[in-house]
């Protein structure tokens, strides 16, 4: 089974710069996260998607960045424009749960893109 | 609001002594609990997680961990490490198995 791809794996621009990052979740997986892994802290969640619907986006810096999961698959984060604080690495994961869920549901998490803002 | 502390930042051990992970959680009501681990340029990886019933958890690479109620602790403990097991640990809680609150990690550094 193929894991939760992302790309690229690094990225590094200036400030005022808008950068792009591409998650694709495991097949079949209908819950979608992207966290924001700054260097010495734990991850923190961005946003969540369930299908193509938005769960969750009351972390996400909305003035900057904003997130899509047009037809429930694959997602796309990009920050526009970008500022020194958002270097860090950004994770996706994915997990089975559908829509109606209960419980817990593992989370799979992706390689990340590690993104450095000069 | 939920929080998770994880006091130690690093730990360093030798091969084959044992080691325990210090996480302790803040919340009023039930949660489910979990800790990841994350190698060097990886992804993170469940390790085990705590939803309900026993309150000892075993988990992947001979790793397990206890919960206390009384005490809002998760430790996590392993008998004896190998070189392969120096990564940075994360404890996470979570209400509603949705959104995940994090602790800032520890760095496990395994000497030989």
């Known amino acids: 089974e193929a894991g939760v791809a992302q790309s690229p794996r690094y990225k590094i621009i200036e400030k005022r710069q808008s950068v792009a990052f591409w998650c694709n979740p495991i097949?079949?997986?209908?819950?979608l996260y992207w966290y924001q892994q700054i260097l010495g802290q734990g991850p923190k969640l961005l946003i969540q998607?369930?299908?193509?619907?938005?769960?969750?986006d009351s972390q996400l810096p909305k003035d900057r960045f904003s997130a899509e999961r047009l037809k429930g698959v694959d997602s796309t984060l990009k920050i526009q424009p970008a500022k020194l604080e958002d270097s860090a690495v950004y994770l996706c994961?994915?997990?089975?749960?559908?829509?109606?869920?209960?419980?817990?549901?593992?989370?799979?998490f992706g390689p990340g893109t590690r993104l450095t803002v000069l | 609001a939920q929080s998770v502390t994880q006091l130690d930042s690093q730990v360093p051990v030798f091969e084959e002594a044992p080691v325990e992970l210090r996480c302790n959680y803040s919340?009023?009501?039930?949660?489910?609990l979990f800790w990841y681990v994350q190698y060097p340029n990886q992804g993170l990886q469940l390790l085990l997680k705590?939803?309900?019933?026993?309150?000892l958890v075993k988990g992947i690479n001979g790793f397990e961990a206890e919960f206390n109620k009384s005490q809002t602790s998760f430790h996590l403990r392993k008998p004896s490490v190998h070189i392969s097991d120096t990564a940075e640990y994360f404890c996470?809680?979570?209400?509603?198995?949705?959104?995940?609150?994090f602790g800032t990690g520890t760095s496990l550094t395994v000497i030989p």
């Open positions: 994961a994915s997990s089975l749960r559908s829509a109606g869920g209960r419980g817990t549901d593992t989370q799979y």
């Open positions: 097949s079949g997986h209908a819950t």
């Open positions: 998607f369930q299908n193509n619907g938005v769960v969750d």
């Open positions: 919340s009023s009501v039930s949660v489910y």
């Open positions: 705590y939803l309900s019933g026993s309150t």
């Open positions: 996470a809680v979570s209400l509603t198995g949705n959104q995940f609150y």
